[in-house]
């Protein structure tokens, strides 16, 4: 057995996202070889060699990989997939972009967001919005699966002593090219990995308001979410979204301010281990997964608690 | 320019889905069904680039049972000109859905294939990579915006980060975000005029494919159940139960 991961990285470091691929390779069992291709990338792949858990690391420095092209990286991967049972990546969007692609050239099935390894061959996955769970099986020669970051704990990124190999490019297929990106900034911790969310929903009217729960975000080391409704709204940046078709997390703490709880939201929140709501509507459905639900005007809520929370 | 715009047959989103007692799958019985909702952003996309003057034919196609045919209909009643129905009962996966779209390619050589990022039933997110792959065409997927150039496409993608923009080579597979556009209602003239529109029906055999699941599902079951619904009287009492009861503050 042994697992080919795809790692996401900047070329001088690895993305924390790919350590949850790493725990999920650790749990199939046998080898676990990092690929990290990029452009100028010896610096995540030194950073990679160092992941426990990794067995060896594959460098592929060459131009083609400099931005994650799905044309140019799916190619490599397939080629590289040869000899291993399983190749998998982190179902970030850059996962999900690059994965079926590989699956479709190897000609095998893709085991999309898997949150839990039965055997080498069995997975567990969410369909429906995670109201059901799917165990499935299978049988292909080599299993391509995507992992859902917030069921694998990130590996000990120090602590492994893997060996680097060099690998060499498939070359440019001249199929896509890089152009731009407009990328949120924030000093705020990433949506995925924070201990605690505070999310605003429709019932924040507008951007200028979702500051109130910024300044909370920032007294309790927060990172900000939003709903569809908020995102559509242009409230907040699309990178924002929690749910069935954004973002999953998980965090100790969630917070829902002026959301309403549909089940495309509750989707992406409701293994989190401590939920609160603030609505205005005793009625709203995110009542039925909040630990705590206060029943109020977030208007009048929110900056009570920012108060609240000094004082604490 | 010719587009091509898969559609499927899902339970409605509003729809509670429920496992069934045996383990086997959903209830589908006696459920409200519609259009995937990344499918219909598709299909208006494509609707918009006939009506900016861009595409010249709309092909919407679905792979399902005999009831695909509604699906197509809705299709053909947003504006969409004619449509194509691989009739097939029973789970199909996304490598096969692929491999029939590649067949119906390479009859209709569509120049652009636009199809929702992924269905909210087997929320697998595969089908466009995968067909784009068979294909060995680019692909640019979770499309907020398409702008069509001389022979590509500038593609502005949802991503982890924010948004990323790239130039794809036409032909070329996009899949839609939700942010893309607002997808209409069919009028009822429309709905009216979509009765009389062709739809072409064949088999997955038709165009080469073996539908079987290569994924053996073992079963389905519910997900644990959150115990919620505790209520808090005010400010200083959520906070009190955050610090020392929760303990997460
Ligand atoms: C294909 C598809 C995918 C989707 N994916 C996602 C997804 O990934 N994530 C997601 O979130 N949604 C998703 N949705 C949308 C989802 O169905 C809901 O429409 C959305 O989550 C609603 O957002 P909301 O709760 O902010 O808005 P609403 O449902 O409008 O709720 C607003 C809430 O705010 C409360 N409120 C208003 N004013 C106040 C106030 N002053 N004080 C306190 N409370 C107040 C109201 O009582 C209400 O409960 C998806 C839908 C589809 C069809």
Redesign the pocket.
């Known amino acids: 057995m042994s697992t080919l991961i795809f790692f996401e990285h900047t070329n001088d470091a690895i993305s924390p996202a790919s350590l949850h691929a790493v725990t999920a390779a650790t749990q199939i069992g046998g080898d676990v070889v990092a690929l990290v291709a990029g452009s100028g990338c010896d610096g995540a792949a030194q950073a990679a060699a160092k992941v426990a858990g990794v067995t060896k690391v594959i460098k592929v420095d060459s131009a083609e990989y400099g931005h994650t092209l799905a044309e140019n990286l799916a190619p490599l991967i397939a080629k590289l997939a040869e000899g291993h049972s399983h190749v998998l990546a982190t179902a970030t969007t850059v996962g999900k972009n690059i994965m079926p692609r590989v699956a479709a050239l190897l000609d095998v099935a893709q085991v999309s967001d898997i949150i839990e390894v039965v055997d080498a061959d069995t997975f567990v996955r969410p369909i429906y919005?995670g109201n059901a769970l799917a165990t499935v099986k299978s049988s292909d020669a080599t299993k391509v699966v995507t992992v859902r970051g917030t069921n694998f704990d990130p590996a000990a990124a120090e602590g492994g002593s893997a060996s680097v190999e060099d690998g060499s490019g498939e070359g440019d297929t001249g199929l896509s090219s890089f152009v731009g990106q407009e990328l949120s900034k924030s000093d705020r911790p990433e949506l995925t990995s924070a201990k605690v969310v505070i999310s605003?929903?429709?019932?924040?009217?507008n951007g200028e308001n979702f500051k109130m729960l910024e300044e909370i975000a920032d007294k309790l080391g927060a990172a900000v979410g939003?709903?569809?409704?908020?995102?559509?709204a242009g409230f907040v940046p699309n990178d924002y979204?929690?749910?069935?078709?954004?973002?999953v997390v998980a965090p100790d703490l969630y917070i829902?301010?002026?959301?309403?709880?549909?089940?495309?939201?509750l989707?992406?929140m409701k293994d989190s281990k401590v939920i609160v709501a603030?609505?205005?509507?005793e009625e709203?459905p995110?009542f039925q997964v909040a630990d705590y639900g206060l029943v109020?005007?977030?208007?009048?809520?929110v900056p009570e608690l920012s108060e609240a929370l000094d004082k604490a | 320019m010719k587009v091509l715009v898969p559609v499927k047959r899902v339970i409605d989103?509003?729809v509670k889905v429920r496992v069934k007692a045996d383990q086997s799958g959903v209830e589908l019985a006696n459920v409200k069904m519609s259009m995937?909702?990344?499918d219909e952003i598709a299909v208006e996309e494509a609707i918009r680039l006939k009506e900016a003057g861009k595409a010249t034919e709309v092909i919407a196609v679905s792979i399902g049972p005999t009831q695909a045919q509604e699906t197509i209909r809705t299709a053909l009643a947003m504006g969409a000109d004619r449509g194509i129905h691989v009739v097939h009962d029973g789970d199909v996966e996304p490598l096969a859905v692929a491999k029939m779209l590649k067949g119906i390619v390479e009859k209709e050589s569509p120049d652009l294939c636009i199809l929702g990022k992924q269905a909210?039933d087997d929320d697998c997110n595969q089908t466009g990579q995968m067909l784009s792959a068979l294909l060995g065409w680019s692909q640019a997927t979770f499309a907020s915006k398409i702008e069509i150039g001389d022979g590509d496409l500038t593609v502005t993608r949802e991503v982890d980060g924010g948004l990323e923009t790239i130039k794809v080579k036409a032909p070329a597979i996009v899949t839609t975000d939700?942010r893309l556009n607002e997808p209409r209602y069919a009028s009822l003239p429309n709905i009216m005029k979509a009765k009389k529109k062709p739809i072409e029906q064949m088999s997955p055999a038709d165009l080469g494919v073996d539908p079987a699941p290569r994924l053996q599902t073992v079963k389905v079951v519910e997900p644990p159940k959150r115990e919620g619904g505790t209520k808090v009287a005010d400010v200083a009492e959520l906070v009190s139960k955050l610090k020392n009861e929760a303990k997460v503050i």
């Open positions: 919005a605003g929903g429709r019932g924040m009217q939003a709903s569809r409704a908020a995102v559509d979204q929690v749910g069935q078709t954004g973002k829902a301010v002026g959301i309403s709880g549909a089940i495309q939201h989707a992406g603030i609505n205005k509507d709203a995110i109020a005007d977030l208007f009048k809520a | 989103y509003n995937n909702p990344f909210i939700l």
